[in-house]
Structure formats: C-alpha cells, structure tokens
Nanobody, 124 residues
Framework: VQLQASGGGLVQAGGSLRLSCSASGRTSSTVNMAWFRQAPGKERQFLATIVWSSGLSYYADSVRGRFTISRDSAGNILHLQMNNLKPDETAVYYC??????????????????WGQGTQVTVSS
C-alpha cells in the first residue's frame, strides 16, 4: 500500500486543520490505518487508529475529544480532523496502514506502510 499525506500547514493555537491520506495499491488488504506524529528530537507518537472495514476507532488520551479519525473506504482516503490545536502539537504528522491483523494498533512496528509526513505548525 502506498500512502500520500496532505493538509498540514500553519495554524494559530485553538485553530483547526484537517489532514488527509490517500491510499493506493493493494488497499483491499488493509486491516487498520492510523495517524502518528513526531516532533523534533522525540519518538513517533500514536494519535488515532481506525479499523478499515468497520470504522471502529480508538484515540490516544491526549487527543480524544479534539481529534476525529475517519475514512472514505470507497475512495481509499483517511482523514484526521484536528480541533483546538496547541503549540506543543507542532510536529510532522504521518499516516500509516497495516495488512497484519491481531497486532497492537498503537504501536509503530505494527504498520507496514507509511506516508511521507505532513508538517503541522501551531503558533502561540
């Protein structure tokens, strides 16, 4: 599966952004997709995941209630709606996909395909 992320940019604190991730290739094998982020000098951090077939989602505590993950399975597009953004959420945001069932969907190593990342900068 090949992934292409888009939608990043500069936003003021308290603002919103919507990220998108377009999937191509063997998307019929996709089990889960997710969003992660990585700030300079920090580890890649799990944000949200969605079961591709059912739409069931799960969020990290730090973003639950502010971020919404969704998918357009017909168009093979993943979205992340981010509201009330904070300056410390400045990072490169990555989408990811896995074809391997039964893995912990919060873990980086579960995912076998990654997008190139899109920069999100939140100004104070």
């Amino acid at each position: 599966v090949q992934l292409q992320a888009s939608g990043g940019g500069l936003v003021q604190a308290g603002g919103s952004l919507r990220l998108s991730c377009s999937a191509s290739g063997r998307t019929s094998s996709t089990v889960n997709m997710a969003w992660f982020r990585q700030a300079p000098g920090k580890e890649r951090q799990f944000l949200a995941t969605i079961v591709w077939s059912s739409g069931l989602s799960y969020y990290a505590d730090s973003v639950r209630g502010r971020f919404t993950i969704s998918r357009d399975s017909a168009g093979n597009i993943l979205h992340l709606q981010m509201n009330n953004l904070k300056p410390d959420e400045t990072a490169v945001y990555y989408c990811a996909a896995t074809t391997r069932p039964g893995r912990d969907s919060r873990v980086v190593s579960t995912y076998d395909s990654w997008g190139q990342g899109t920069q999100v900068t939140v100004s104070s």
